[in-house]
T-cell receptor, first 114, second 116 residues
């Protein structure tokens, strides 16, 4: 079955520290890959996306993600976290046929310590 | 471009009542999706429309749920005889299915439903 795994439910980092959020997916081909961020009570904001080509993609707010086909992973990184980055982060895959519906992971809640 | 708009933002209802949510997509987008998000989970696909045609419904969408998109513009999601298990955030997203746009979905802020 198609699935997305975000193994870390909660992550706490200090402000200014680096961040890596993990995402693994299962699929027989390369899907489209996305990271979204959700602040409390809000909808989802697109951080970055991967379709093809360069496996390191840049997004908004200083985030980047690297697609590794061999590991079926699409991990999100940020070199220096800001207090305003505290939120929930969702990885999503889109299977490029038919519905193009998103399959989301369960999310990682990021807490930033001052 | 005002983004995807959802109304109401919050809805509190008693068990057994009917509720209806509205989603106004980005104007030129031809696809519209509904997702449900429960506490501690990622959003789960419910259904989607291409223009006015409803092309797929998830097994999560029981027969108490119905969605419409008349004229291919706004969409409504109705839940009849609400149950406490229906309490969730209902998210709407719209997209443009094209080679260039690649069907990137843009989400509204959601409607949070609480069934008492």
């Amino acid at each position: 079955a198609q699935s997305v795994t975000q193994p870390d439910i909660h992550i706490t980092v200090s402000e200014g520290a680096s961040l890596e959020l993990r995402c693994n997916y299962s699929y027989g081909a390369t899907p489209y890959l996305f990271w979204y961020v959700q602040s409390p009570g809000q909808g989802l904001q697109l951080l970055l996306k991967y379709f093809s080509g360069d496996t390191l993609v840049q997004g908004i707010k200083g985030f980047e993600a690297e697609f590794k086909r061999s590991q079926s992973s699409f991990n999100l990184r940020k070199p220096s976290v800001h207090w305003s980055d505290a939120a929930e982060y969702f990885c999503a895959v889109v299977y490029t046929s038919g519905t193009y519906k998103y399959i989301f992971g369960t999310g990682t809640r990021l807490k930033v310590l001052a | 471009d005002t983004g995807v708009s959802q109304n109401p933002r919050h809805k509190i209802t008693k068990r057994g009542q009917n509720v209806t949510f509205r989603c106004d997509p980005i104007s030129e987008h031809n696809r519209l999706y509904w997702y449900r998000q429960t506490l501690g989970q990622g959003p789960e696909f419910l259904t989607y429309f291409q223009n006015e045609a409803q092309l797929e419904k998830s097994r999560l969408l029981s027969d108490r749920f119905s969605a419409e998109r008349p004229k291919g513009s706004f969409s409504t999601l109705e839940i009849q005889r609400t149950e406490q298990g229906d309490s969730a955030m209902y998210l709407c997203a719209s997209s443009l299915l094209s080679v260039e746009a690649k069907n990137i979905q843009y989400f509204g802020a959601g409607t949070r439903l609480s069934v008492l």
